[in-house]
């Protein structure tokens, strides 16, 4: 008899994973595969300079050689590589939440600045990349995935912050281009690790987000940063809230 | 939303208000306010009516009727609910979008309308389907559905969106465009979006299926943009194709859709689905011929296949290299006419390759004839053809193309010697056409054949036949013209095998690419009208304007009022015989000639039938004079039969008494002047005959009446051809002269039943002036006595021969001028005395045999018998005047007589005085 319930609960157990493998998370897709992958060309999309920088050096004349040299990303607005790698998963998503929020916020500031297609497409490039980790978030939130629990690295550095108003406009040109040449290859990086996570996920596939169910999840406050990083007079939650445009 | 009806004309006998003066006071209400009903669903309205109009009209709701527009809703679907309220109701509504109103008839008699609503009908919504959307590259996404039946209803139809995250700003569907909506905020791939349709209308909201999907899956990439069609000069069979698409390929994978096609083909070839299935930026497109230009076209989409394809990029082109021509060309040649002796002119001529075969540009030909053990000829020509003179010798042609890369194969053709003896036709020979081409199909000799040569040429009256021609190799028994052949036109085919030893016999056939009907139609006409029937006749049609094959010639003919009936006749003939027609009609006949294609009338062309038919009239009437001569034959003969009773009744004789005299009776008459009588007449007819013999004496003279016979001779000489006597003109003698002798006068007397006297007038003979007027007309048919006309008679003769103491002392109106001359022989002379007494028709009887013996004689030898008896007369001379006194004694007892009854015979015979011996 103590056979048969084990075995029934066994049962019981896979199909409930199953289950939890292949249902969608509210409007999220159920499939770490396909959700990964997405976030992996988001951020492949995301980081083409062609969408964002270009459109703006273009727009603002900061196409010569000379300008462009100038034009460099500034210690501290993004985190770096490493950093990012050091991040478990959580820690990650929550890093890039947070930084999506500093970069909708420099958007918002560079509105006038940028061709308004291009920062339409980028504003809402930028929310989408959002949805997708709130809802790898989710997803991982309800797994036991060992490595979305291992803050074991420090975080990513310096809280990054919205660049701080030059001095003048030619300055807040170069200013904003060095952002923007920041934020493409903060998003070249996310891509690098999240295509790692789909690396490290063929190589271990015990540690798969499914297998991980059946331990159980582990609940996780989703990107608390992002009401942290919250501009100022921007309500909270807005980011991922705040009906389109 | 109630409806206040109001007076805008202020009007207060509208049947639609009540006028208060100043304000427009509803008197009642309806219940329920809202007027959009569903279809086939029972409705109830209610009427309220307040309890002032109530009062103030006298009405309760009892008064209450409802009317649709302005028809009034029928008493079976009131319901008086209490004296204020009264309800209608309207089971299973239909399609409706009317007014209802609330009317009151006032003190009876007065109708007013008092409150209204609108009806609509109409359907709630069906819930949204098939809801897709799509996502062009760079533009915004695009939903569509299916929204269902129809809802006669305003329906709103909103696209939602929502990521997990946010919602999206709704998508109002646009009134013209219900069924799909175009949303106003970019894409954004790799994010899945769950995506809804909601319809609503005032009968119901209504929500489709939610659909989830990722932008992406739904986008429809902008076309690659070919950059550039290559080809190799190592291979002339490939084309390198390179172009640039989406700048999607950084992130997802592309597959691709090529097709080619060359220049002038109308469909695409595929490259393999299979060599394109991944991003990529070039391809190379194999198995091309050489030298040919080929038009390219590619497409893509996501390698999954989801999404769309997108548009097919702009098309470009290129050309492969050259290569050796792959064909020989087709080679013929033609005989043409040479005057000099042992040789021929020989035209060689030969089709351009087509550039499939050509593989490049023919930048020459090269011919080469070789006669039997003979050296060659080369020949390098631009041209398609070449003229040479050959002798009557066989020989062997080749040719061959040249382009930039190499020459072709030979082409071979033999040349037979001018004796050669063409055999083994083809047979079989048909052409048709089919699918706008002309076919032309035929059956192979039993010999090898090396090719077939089809010739062919516009078959014309107005110009001459140019032949195209085209080569089929020798295992084709069926092909088509290659040729620009037009329609309607009558094409002369000619199939030529081609042996080994030179060309076999031609066959020849007719064909058309297409038929029409003539361009007009045959001109009919008469050959031969008959009273029922009539010949046609017609030309054929000239081959021009004949546009196909006649088939059929089709007459039409009708009469004037009759119905038109056609007669088909085969296209081999050129004449018809309608039957049956009827005659002295107006006939219309026109006619046509017909193709596989149609027909066309000719003119038309009118004849009338004769009333008779050939021979008719003839047949009528000559059998009519033949019986109207018979019968008038048949008259003359028995008028001459019975003319002795007709003489009796109508003309009886009228004795001349003029000419009467007392004959010389002599006793001594000797016998033999009876045997002569007898002789003269032996059929002894005669009876009751006198005799009056007058004594021939040498030494006396004659009688007195021949003296003055000879007188008028005389006479008749001068007025010969000019009298005009009595019997000259009843006698149709008029030319002849009136005179006779004295026997002739009296024979006259007793043929004739009247006796006319007339003045001959004597106006001369050839131009001569008439000396004297001898007689003088009367008409009157009373006889003249001798004895009065005797003293003008004297008289007139003493003015006409003064010097001339002689006169005649009787002048004789001849009255039957049946004997014109008078013979002046004796014999002739006695037997007309001896007539005067016999019976009168055997008289008329000698007379007749004395005419038609006269007549035997010519008339000239009368005359100059007549003149030489002139000199006989003058011999007479001294012997007249005693006769002529004895005449006169006898007229003298004529007159005396004239009391008495009359008689023609001689007076004297009558009174007995002087008997017959």
Redesign the interface.
């Known amino acids: 008899m103590g056979a048969q319930r084990m075995q029934r609960t066994l049962l019981s157990l896979v199909l409930r994973l199953l289950l939890l493998c292949t249902v969608?998370?509210?409007?999220?897709?159920g499939k770490y595969h396909e959700l990964l992958?997405?976030?992996q060309?988001?951020a492949?999309?995301m980081q083409?300079p062609?969408t964002l920088l270009d459109p703006y050096i273009h727009l603002q004349g900061l196409h010569s050689p000379v300008l462009q040299e100038h034009c460099r990303e500034r210690p501290g607005d993004f985190p770096s590589e490493d950093a990012l790698w050091r991040l478990s998963r959580q820690d990650f998503l929550q890093t890039l939440n947070t930084t999506l929020g500093l970069i909708l916020r420099m958007l918002s500031a560079l509105q006038q600045d940028l061709p308004e297609?291009a920062h339409?497409?980028a504003e809402?490039?930028v929310?989408?990349?959002?949805?997708?980790i709130?809802?790898m978030a989710?997803l991982l939130r309800g797994s036991s995935d060992p490595k979305a629990a291992e803050p074991t690295q420090p975080g990513p550095g310096p809280t990054p912050l919205p660049p701080t108003p030059p001095s003048s406009t030619f300055q807040r040109k170069l200013r904003n281009c060095g952002f923007l040449r920041g934020y493409h290859r903060f998003m070249r990086t996310a891509g690098q690790v999240l295509r790692g996570w789909g690396e490290r996920q063929g190589r271990s596939r015990r540690h798969s987000p499914c297998r991980a169910l059946k331990r159980g999840a582990r609940r996780t406050q989703p990107f608390p940063e992002i009401r942290r990083l919250a501009p100022r007079g921007q309500p909270p939650g807005s980011l991922?809230?705040?009906?389109?445009? | 939303m109630p409806t206040l009806i109001v007076c805008e004309d202020a009007n207060p006998n509208s049947p639609d208000c009540i006028y208060t003066g100043e304000l427009i006071v509803p008197c009642a209400h309806i219940h329920p306010e809202s007027s959009v009903v569903q279809l086939g669903s029972n409705f109830t309205a209610v009427c309220v009516l307040k309890e002032k109009c109530m009062d103030d009209y006298h009405v309760t709701a009892n008064d209450i009727f409802w009317k649709t527009g302005r028809v009034p809703v029928p008493y079976e679907q009131y319901s008086v609910i209490n004296r204020t309220a009264s309800s209608v109701t309207f089971p299973n509504i239909t399609l409706i979008n009317a007014l209802l109103t609330c009317n009151i008839r006032m003190f009876g008699q007065i109708n007013r309308s008092v409150y209204g609503i609108r009806i609509i009908s109409g359907l709630p919504p069906e819930k949204p389907k098939n809801l897709s959307c799509i996502v062009n590259e760079g533009k915004k996404m695009m939903c569509q559905w299916d929204p269902g039946r129809e809802t006669y209803l305003e329906t709103n139809y909103t696209l939602k969106s929502e990521w997990a995250t946010e919602k999206f700003d709704d998508c109002k569907a646009k009134r013209d465009t219900p069924t799909s909506c175009t949303v106003d905020y970019p894409p954004v791939y790799f994010v899945n979006i769950e995506v809804w349709v909601e319809a609503e209308n005032a009968l119901g909201k209504v929500t489709s299926d939610h659909i989830n999907f990722d932008p992406v899956d739904k986008v429809k990439l902008n076309p690659p943009h070919i950059l550039s069609v290559n080809s190799s000069k190592e291979l002339s069979s490939i084309l390198k194709l390179t172009w640039t698409d989406s700048r999607f390929k950084s992130f997802i994978t592309l597959k691709y859709d090529i097709q080619y096609r060359t220049k002038d083909a109308s469909t695409w070839n595929q490259v393999p689905p299979e060599d394109t299935s991944s991003t990529r930026s070039s391809f190379t497109v194999q198995d091309l011929k050489p030298f040919t230009e080929y038009v390219f076209r590619i497409r893509c989409m996501k390698e999954d296949g989801k999404g769309y394809w997108s548009d097919w990029s702009e098309e470009a082109s290129g050309i492969t290299y050259e290569d050796r021509p792959s064909k020989a060309p087709n080679f013929w040649y033609k005989i043409e006419p040479s005057h000099a002796h042992g040789t021929r002119s020989i035209q060689l001529k030969w089709k351009t390759l087509p550039p499939f075969e050509a593989n490049g540009k023919i930048l020459d030909y090269e011919v080469t004839l070789t006669k039997w053990k003979s050296h060659s000829q080369n020949y390098t020509v631009k041209d398609t053809k070449l003229t040479v003179n050959l002798t009557n010798d066989r020989y062997v042609a080749t040719l061959t193309a040249r382009n930039l890369v190499g020459k072709s194969d030979a082409s071979v053709l033999t040349i037979p010697a001018w004796d050669f003896q063409a055999t083994h036709p083809i047979t079989d020979l048909k052409a048709f056409p089919k699918d706008n081409v002309l076919w032309v199909e035929w059956t192979a000799p039993n010999e090898s054949v090396n090719r077939y040569i089809l010739e062919w040429c516009v078959l014309s009256d107005k110009s001459p036949c140019i032949p195209d021609w085209q080569q089929e190799d020798g295992t084709v028994h069926r092909t088509y013209l290659r040729g620009n052949l037009v329609e309607s036109k009558c094409y002369l085919i000619t199939v030529t095998p081609v042996y080994d030893d030179g060309p076999g016999s031609p066959k020849h056939i007719k064909a058309y690419l297409k038929q029409a009907a003539p361009s007009r139609g045959p001109t009919v006409r008469t050959k031969k009208v008959g009273k029922n029937e009539a010949v046609l006749e017609w030309d054929h049609l000239p081959i021009d304007v004949q546009n196909g094959f006649i088939r059929n010639y089709t007459i039409f003919y009708r009469t004037v009022i009759g119905n038109e009936i056609a007669v088909n006749v085969d296209s081999s003939h050129t004449e018809y015989t309608l039957s049956s027609l009827t005659s002295d009609t107006l006939y219309m006949v026109r006619m046509a000639a017909y193709t596989d294609e149609g027909g066309k009338d000719g003119p038309e062309f009118t004849f009338t039938t004769p009333k008779f038919a050939q021979g008719e009239i003839e047949a009528i009437v000559v059998p009519v004079c033949l019986a109207f001569l018979l019968t008038t034959l048949l008259g003359v003969l028995f008028c001459f039969n019975k003319r002795d009773l007709i003489k009796k009744h109508i003309w009886p004789n009228v004795p001349d008494p003029s000419k009467s005299h007392i004959a010389q009776w002599s006793p001594h008459t000797p016998p033999r002047h009876f045997n002569s009588k007898d002789q003269m007449y032996p059929d002894g007819n005669f009876t009751d005959v006198s005799v009056v013999e007058i004594e021939a004496n040498d030494k006396k003279p004659f009688p007195e009446d021949l003296k003055s016979l000879d007188l008028f001779k005389k006479e008749k000489v001068n007025t010969e051809g000019h009298s005009s006597g009595i019997g000259g003109s009843s006698c149709m003698s008029s030319s002849r002269p009136s005179i006779s002798s004295s026997d002739e006068n009296e024979s006259a007397q007793n043929t004739s039943s009247t006796v006319q006297y007339s003045t001959v007038v004597h106006s001369g003979y050839r131009h001569q002036v008439p000396s004297v007027q001898v007689f003088s007309r009367s008409e009157s048919t009373q006889p003249l006595l001798d004895s009065e006309e005797r003293p003008e008679d004297l008289q007139l003769v003493d003015n006409v021969d003064g010097s001339d103491g002689i006169l005649p002392r009787q002048r004789y109106f001849k009255q039957n001028c049946s004997q014109h001359e008078t013979s002046p022989d004796i014999s002739h002379f006695e037997r007309s005395q001896q007539v005067s007494s016999v019976n009168e028709e055997d008289f008329v009887r000698l007379k007749q045999q004395q005419i038609s013996d006269h007549i035997s004689q010519p008339y000239g030898s009368g005359k100059m018998k007549m003149f030489q008896e002139v000199p006989a007369v003058d011999a007479f001379g001294p012997g007249i005047e005693g006769q002529v006194e004895r005449f006169e004694t006898v007229g003298m007892e004529d007159a005396v007589d004239e009391g008495m009854p009359k008689s023609y015979l001689p007076q004297t015979v009558r009174r007995g005085g002087y008997m017959p011996q």
């Open positions: 969608a998370t509210g409007k999220c897709s992958l997405q976030l060309r988001q492949d999309l083409d062609s297609a339409q497409q809402m490039n929310r989408g990349f959002g949805n997708n709130h809802c989710q991922w809230g705040a009906p389109a445009r």
